[in-house]
Every structure is written in C-alpha cells, then in structure tokens.
C-alpha cells in the first residue's frame, strides 16, 4: 500500500511565524501535490511538483512556497502566516501517469492564531 | 475545463438501506474516474477507480460504472453500514492534464443503526 505521511495532525502557530508542512511518500513517486481544504470551497490545489527541484503553481498559491529536494518528501512553507490560511492542507502523491489515483496523507489540521 | 457535479447532500440512511450518489462530469479528452472517501478528521482515501467506458470499479461492497454516454459515475452500495458514514468526492483526472484532480463538492453521508 502507498503510504503518504504527513509530520503534524494538529499545529497551532502565530501570525506572522514562518510555518513548514512535511510530507513524505514511500512509493517512489514522481508527482505530490498540496491542497488545501476549507468548509463550502471543497479541495482547492495550491502547489504540485512532477519531479525533484520542479514546483508548479496551482490554483491559490499566494501566501505559501514548496520545496522539493529529495523525491519522497515534498514541503509547504507559509512565508508569513495569517489567520484565513486556517485549514485543513492535505498532501498527495501519485504515479507517473493521471490515469493513476492521488493517494492522501491524514492531513494536518492548522491553526494560525 | 473539467468539471464534476455530485448530488447534494447530506444523505441519511438507515443500516442495510441501499446507497446511491450521483456523479456527472465533463471533460474535454479522455478522463478517468474515482471515487474518493473521507472519514471524520481523516484525509481523503481512495474507494474505487475506473480508467475507461464501461468500466466498474468495486470495493468494500460499492460499485461505480464509468458510463460514457451519459457522462455519469454514480456510487451504489446495496446495504450500508453504519461505518460509512463519511464524505464521499467523485473526481476525475484527464490524460490531457497532468497537473490535478477535479473534485466534486463532496456528498456527506450519514447512516443510523
């Protein structure tokens, strides 16, 4: 089974604290993903990356950066945290192709107070 | 563009009623199919797949048939549990974009004993 795990469940930081997400992924991987996932907006992309040091823009990347150094983990960096990037952010990884199937981590419920 | 359209929830059952979730999409090439689970607090987990028309992808007592003619996907189970109780997504991914799944809105289903 594809397991993609995420450092945190539960992170409560300040505004204005330089915040990380860790993901990581065991099955060699070429493609993980961000997104973020709010009440009544759904699942909203913020970045993906298809291969190691690659990172593309997703639908709302404002606010946040990725990094990718090493293909198994994949970073989300909140800059400057604010209070509307209260969420839940979910990582995904998947094989090569899109025919293949995203595979989630857990999720880290964050809280920017 | 891509886009997905699930019935609106929330669905309440009682145990051993059976489930039906209706799911359309639109794409403009070829796209394959999932349907995703959710449990409480948890992140997204894969339920089932389907890659091509006429398709059905089955798992854990539910089905979905990939039907190309009437652009549709629905989720059926005939005899939920109460451990179904989740929030179910109908996605898609389209060999002509690489990037990202299309979600739908999410259908919250609860089932009483």
Partial sequence: DVKVTQSSRYLVKRTGEKVFLECVQDMDHENMFWYRQDPGLGLRLIYFSYDVKMKEKGDIPEGYSVSREKKERFSLILESASTNQTSMYLCASRAGTSNQPQHFGDGTRLSIL | ?113
């Fill in chain 2, 1 to 113: 563009g891509d886009s997905v359209t699930q019935m609106e929830g929330p669905v309440t059952l009682s145990e051993e009623a059976f489930l039906t979730i209706n799911c359309t999409y639109t794409a403009t090439g070829y796209p394959s199919l999932f349907w995703y689970v959710q449990y409480p607090g948890e992140g997204l987990q894969l339920l089932l797949k389907a890659t091509k028309a006429d398709d059905k992808g089955s798992n854990k007592g539910f089905e979905a048939t990939y039907r190309k003619e009437t652009t549709s996907f629905h989720l059926e189970k005939g005899s939920v549990q109460v451990s179904d109780s989740a929030v179910y997504f109908c996605a898609l991914s389209d060999l002509g974009s690489a990037r990202q799944l299309t979600f739908g809105s999410g259908t919250q289903l609860t089932v009483l004993p």
